[in-house]
């Protein structure tokens, strides 16, 4: 999937469902669609799997730089195991 009119007509409609959704519920959909925005915007690209590997290798990268820049005294939160 490219970044065409229908890709933005479906977010557009996410962006509204999301909108009217209570708080707590509208973190984990902001999770769940930005996580799934990375691999479903992904251009097709001439080397095997790197359209999987690639926005696999940068959602690591993410997770271990927010771990690594966590301050010391701060403990996990239940939400941050189960993300």
Do not use: K, N
Not at 26 to 32: E, F, S, T
């Amino acid at each position: 999937m490219g970044f065409d009119l229908s890709a933005i007509a479906c977010f557009i409609i996410a962006a509204c469902v999301v909108a009217f959704l209570p708080g707590r519920w509208r973190g984990w959909a902001l999770l769940i669609g930005a996580s799934a925005a990375v691999y479903l915007l992904q251009p097709r690209l001439p080397i095997r799997f790197s359209d999987f590997i690639l926005p696999t290798a940068a959602l690591a990268f993410t997770v271990m730089a927010w771990w690594w820049t966590r301050a010391p005294d701060q403990r996990l939160q239940p939400e941050d195991g189960i993300a």
